[in-house]
Each structure stands twice: as structure tokens, then as C-alpha cells.
């Protein structure tokens, strides 16, 4: 029997055909030996085909479900597991990173050596985005429910301790899995760190399109806030 890969990466993924690729290959350089599991909501591209051929794991939702949805499939199914009496580092990331998501490493280094239990990565350079009123929203609401103030509240890129993830298993629903999962922890007693990595994704404008999703994330923070009282 193989050993328990001391690393397993939760990557979640929509439509993210044109750049999933190159994240999974900056993953498998970053964590070698790591299990690579892609949570694919419901993609109409060739995402899940893409995961298959680069054979890594895949979890698919047969519907959409949100992101927090098919990351949940995904965590619950790596529970399910058994990786005792050493449970692996989980990194939870996007598959818009590309070449980027080699920058994740010291997530992973910072929890396995003991300096913090759950460990966020905050992009170093902001890209795109519109006027930051989710964002502060969701740190607003973080501070308030937990006392914790974050410069990354929001932030999908994170490594946490094995025994972590059943205590923020399942997460909220679509954008509000972040907010909620550091709150979460938070409560429970875990300690959090974030660190500036040299990262780039698939942002969003000032555009239709990009206020429409930002008001969708500030419904799912305003959901989160309401919800952990």
C-alpha cells in the first residue's frame, strides 16, 4: 500500500478550460507527489476533460452548485478518506491561477511547520477588480463576527491543517466560502496568517459583467454575516 500523500490540492474550477492547464502543471511542480483533486461546477468547456487527461482526481457536480457547493463534494469526498495518524496539508485554490499557482508552496510550508493552522494567500499586486465594496464588506463582516481583520478576506488561496477541514466542511454556499471558513476557524480557536504571494487570475473589470458577479459576492458575505450571529 502507498503512503498518504502529505499534501492533497482542492482546486475549484468553472469554465476554466483555457487556463486550468498551466495551473495544474504549476501545482504538480509545486507539490510534488501531492493528490490534485479539481472540483468542477458543472463546466460547459472542456474543464473536466482537461483534469482527466493531466489525471488528476476529479469531482464534478452534475448541476451548478456554486463554487462553495462543488468545493464542499470535494473536501467531504477527501474525508471520507482515511489519512490517519497523519492527516496531509489541504490547499484550497483556484484553477484561474495558471503559471501563478507555483507560488502556493509556502502556504503549505507555513501550516506544516507549525506557524499558523490556516494560511491565506493575499495577492502582492491588485488586478482588476471595481471599487472594493464587497471586499471591505466581507472584512467588515469578519472583524465583526470573529475580531479578526484581514487585508485577503476573500482570498480562495489557502492551506489549512487536516483536522481543520472537517471543522469548516461544509462550506457556504457560492462566494461566501472564504468569509464564512475564516470565521469559522477563527471561533474555533485555530490560528490564521496571511502571506503575500506574487499572484495573478482571471479578474474582473468595471464592467456589466463584473458588477454583476461583485453584487452577487456581497450577497453571499451579507448571507454569511447574517447567518453566523
Given at each position: 500500500m502507498s503512503a498518504p500523500p502529505d499534501t492533497v490540492v482542492i482546486v475549484s474550477a468553472r469554465n476554466e478550460a483555457d487556463r486550468l492547464p498551466a495551473t495544474l502543471r504549476a501545482?504538480?511542480?509545486?507539490?510534488?507527489?501531492?493528490?490534485?483533486?479539481?472540483?468542477?461546477?458543472?463546466s460547459?468547456?472542456?474543464?473536466?476533460?482537461?483534469?482527466?487527461?493531466?489525471?488528476?482526481?476529479?469531482?464534478?457536480?452534475?448541476?451548478?452548485?456554486?463554487?462553495?457547493?462543488?468545493?464542499?463534494?470535494?473536501?467531504?469526498?477527501?474525508?471520507?478518506?482515511?489519512?490517519?495518524?497523519?492527516p496531509p496539508v489541504f490547499v484550497l485554490c483556484d484553477g484561474d491561477l495558471g503559471t501563478s499557482a507555483g507560488q502556493l508552496a509556502p502556504?503549505?510550508?507555513?501550516?506544516?511547520?507549525?506557524?499558523?493552522?490556516?494560511?491565506?494567500?493575499?495577492?502582492?499586486?491588485?488586478?482588476?477588480?471595481?471599487?472594493?465594496?464587497?471586499v471591505r464588506f466581507a472584512g467588515w463582516a469578519i472583524e465583526r463576527?470573529?475580531?479578526?481583520?484581514?487585508?485577503?478576506?476573500?482570498?480562495?488561496?489557502?492551506?489549512?491543517?487536516?483536522?481543520?477541514?472537517?471543522?469548516v466542511v461544509p462550506f457556504a454556499p457560492g462566494f461566501g466560502m472564504e468569509t464564512a471558513m475564516t470565521i469559522d476557524?477563527?471561533?474555533?480557536g485555530y490560528r490564521l496568517r496571511e502571506f503575500d504571494l506574487d499572484l495573478e487570475h482571471r479578474a474582473t473589470g468595471r464592467t456589466l459583467g463584473g458588477f454583476?458577479?461583485?453584487g452577487r459576492q456581497l450577497i453571499a458575505f451579507a448571507r454569511v454575516y447574517l447567518g453566523r450571529r
Open positions: 501545482l504538480a511542480e509545486a507539490f510534488p507527489g501531492a493528490q490534485v483533486v479539481v472540483a468542477d461546477d458543472c460547459t468547456d472542456e474543464t473536466p476533460h482537461i483534469a482527466l487527461q493531466a489525471g488528476v482526481d476529479l469531482v464534478r457536480s452534475p448541476a451548478s452548485v456554486g463554487k462553495g457547493g462543488t468545493a464542499t463534494l470535494a473536501a467531504e469526498r477527501m474525508l471520507a478518506r482515511s489519512y490517519e495518524p497523519d502556504l503549505a510550508a507555513a501550516v506544516r511547520d507549525g506557524d499558523c493552522d490556516l494560511a491565506i494567500g493575499a495577492f502582492a499586486r491588485r488586478v482588476g477588480g471595481g471599487f472594493g465594496i464587497a463576527r470573529c475580531g479578526l481583520r484581514l487585508r485577503a478576506p476573500i482570498s480562495g488561496q489557502r492551506a489549512l491543517r487536516g483536522e481543520l477541514l472537517s471543522v476557524a477563527v471561533r474555533a454583476v458577479h461583485r
